[in-house]
């Protein structure tokens, strides 16, 4: 069920040497199916008898939604007032159930837990989970290095952390450098690490990166990130904004907020290529809404 998605050169502005990795193509239009497909396998047979409940920004939603409706096993999708109508639409369209709690992601993450646990079932976090961060990291970083042999250095946007730190463990002791890119809006992660640990209150600001936001850090996830991620460099909602319209405009393909977070450290110049082989960016998402894909490629001075 896992498309091998492509690398394609990044164009004129990014320079020779960087290419982008096109999760955004992927079934579902995110990385997150990877996870999903590892998650859904590794249930047991009580498990799938009961059925899964997820938390989920959007894209992890419909990764579970698809892949459960696959292995015939029930599934329930909490995502927060926050979510994307069009990632909403996806998890419904997929056959999963769908419920909205809360205002963030947090607050739905603590209803899905819940509600896990009432009805006895498997709770898949989008992140915090040994079996999402096989497929989203490890796997994903086996088919990188398949296709890119000079592979020097990857960026990639950061949320919850699990894709960068499965990545980082599978990359990092290889010699790959990993840089971590999110908004400065609302970045978790960015101020867990400048603290030396784990954050269960940070108090982030709204982003159209909505897949990024969120209150608090993992162990699991921090520990990963801290000992394989390099830096994590920081961009605005403006740079994001332009690393979105460049994708489309010169690269041929729509991404999403948060999936062109890493191509926006590079044109911002947040974060650097590596100075030798193949610096790669990956383009993590594409669930964009219509209209807000519309607006950003609006000419300057035309109506909202």
């Known amino acids: ?7 394609i050169a990044g164009g004129a502005q990014l320079g020779a040497r960087v290419a982008l990795k096109l999760e955004n193509l992927q079934r579902t239009g995110s990385f997150k199916l990877r996870g999903a497909v590892r998650a859904v396998a590794a249930l047991s047979a009580a498990q799938r008898a009961v059925g899964v409940v997820a938390a989920s920004a959007g894209s992890h939603g419909a990764a579970m939604a698809l892949t459960c409706a696959r292995a015939g096993v029930r599934c329930t999708v909490v995502v927060s007032e926050a979510a994307p109508m069009v990632k909403r639409a996806a998890i419904e369209r997929l056959g999963a159930e769908l419920l909205v709690r809360g205002a963030g992601y947090d ?9 896990a646990a009432e009805r006895g ?20 970083a086996a088919e990188i290095l398949a296709q ?11 949320g919850g952390g699990g894709m960068a730190g ?44 909505d897949a990024l936001a969120g209150d608090a850090v993992a162990r699991r996830n921090y520990d990963l990130c801290a000992r394989h991620l390099e830096s994590i460099a ?21 991404a999403e907020p948060s999936g062109a977070a890493a191509v926006a450290g590079l044109l911002a110049g947040a974060a650097a290529p590596a100075g030798r082989g193949t610096t790669l960016a990956i383009v993590s998402g594409g669930n964009i809404e219509p209209d807000l894909l519309d607006q950003i490629l609006a000419p300057p001075g035309a109506p909202a």
């Open 121 to 140: 079932a498997r709770f898949v976090s989008p992140f915090d989970d040994d079996d999402v961060i096989a497929g989203n990291g490890g796997d994903l």
């Open 234 to 254: 920081l961009v605005s909602e403006a740079d994001i904004r332009a690393a979105i319209a460049y994708l489309y405009r010169e690269v041929g393909t729509v």
């Open 166 to 209: 499965g990545l980082g463990a599978a990359l990092a002791p290889r010699g790959v450098s990993m840089v971590g890119v999110q908004p400065e809006a609302n970045c978790a992660m960015y101020h867990a690490l400048a603290h030396g640990g784990p954050v269960a209150d940070y108090r982030g600001g709204p982003t159209l990166a």
């Open 1 to 7: 069920m896992i498309r091998v998605t492509p690398v």
């Open 107 to 115: 607050q739905a993450e603590a209803a899905a837990i819940a509600l």
């Open 148 to 158: 890119v042999p000079d592979l020097a250095r990857v960026l990639v946007a950061v």
